[in-house]
Every structure is written in structure tokens, then in C-alpha cells.
């Protein structure tokens, strides 16, 4: 049997919000949380909020989780610039609106790994972005930190 990685993949995106009443931006602002689960944000004033995932309980808490595991991710350009898939389960937020969530301030990003034998790494970058669409989604990632090298 061949043996895989599963990952999950954490988005921090850390701008707050001054006003306790003022919408979220990112799972960082969402502050009166009920734990772990789904919740709007609104990281542009100027659109209408989405939905994501709030992870509060690794690293501190405030990551827009990502798991991947069984949906199918061979997908084409246009899924993958909208989004697809369950946000209680596996997902994936869209590639727009990870840039509209990096595009809002200082973003980092935690990748957890662990494979079939219960080793676990990750790897942590404190400077994370995706560009445009007119960039094609171009990944930004520097500053990092971890222990991934050793699964």
C-alpha cells in the first residue's frame, strides 16, 4: 500500500479590526467565536463577506483552515480561482478569495503534515501571498520556521 501525506493547511491572516462591532476581516478578528467552525468575513469593506473556516485552537488560534484529504482537487482553472468543496470538511477557499484575504494586511501560513505512521511536521511562514488574477494567483511565501525538513 502506498503511503501518503495528509496535510492542513492553516491561513493566518492578522489584521484586526479597532471596533468590536465592526465586521471580521479574517478568523483572527472573529473574537466572540463558539469554537472551531464556520463564519463570515469580510476582508474588503467594499464586497459582500464569505464564509470560512476558523481554526482557534492550533498555534494560538485565528487560521482559515484547509484540510486535504478525500475531495477531488484535480480540478480546472476556474474552480480553483471560485472555490470548491465542503467548508466543514474539505475545501478549497478559491484562489481569489485567498487574495482578497492576503491582499487585507500581514498574512502567515502554517502547513500541518502528518503521515500514515503518526509522524507530524509543519512549516510556518511568516510572510504569505497570493497575487491576482492577472498575476495567474502568484504564491508569495518567506520567513520560515519549523520542522517539517525532518518528516
Not at 487574495?99 to 504569505?128: C, I, P, Q
Amino acid at each position: 500500500m502506498e503511503k501518503t501525506t495528509l496535510m492542513k493547511l492553516l491561513l493566518l491572516f492578522p489584521e484586526k479590526t479597532e471596533e468590536p462591532n465592526q465586521r471580521p476581516i479574517d478568523c483572527k478578528d472573529v473574537k466572540l467565536h463558539k469554537g472551531n467552525g464556520v463564519y463570515k468575513i469580510y476582508p474588503d469593506p467594499l464586497e459582500p463577506g464569505f464564509d470560512v473556516y476558523c481554526d482557534f485552537e492550533t498555534d494560538n488560534g485565528g487560521w482559515t483552515r484547509r484540510l486535504n484529504g478525500q475531495t477531488d482537487f484535480y480540478r480546472g482553472w476556474e474552480a480553483y480561482k471560485i472555490g470548491f468543496g465542503d467548508l466543514e470538511a474539505e475545501f478549497w477557499l478559491g484562489n481569489q478569495r485567498i487574495h482578497t484575504l492576503t491582499a487585507a494586511g500581514k498574512s502567515e501560513l502554517r502547513v500541518d503534515m502528518s503521515d500514515f505512521d503518526g509522524n507530524r511536521a509543519y512549516a510556518k511562514y511568516s510572510t504569505f501571498a497570493v497575487g491576482d488574477a492577472v498575476t495567474n494567483y502568484k504564491l508569495t511565501v518567506a520567513g520560515y520556521s519549523g520542522n517539517a525538513g525532518e518528516l
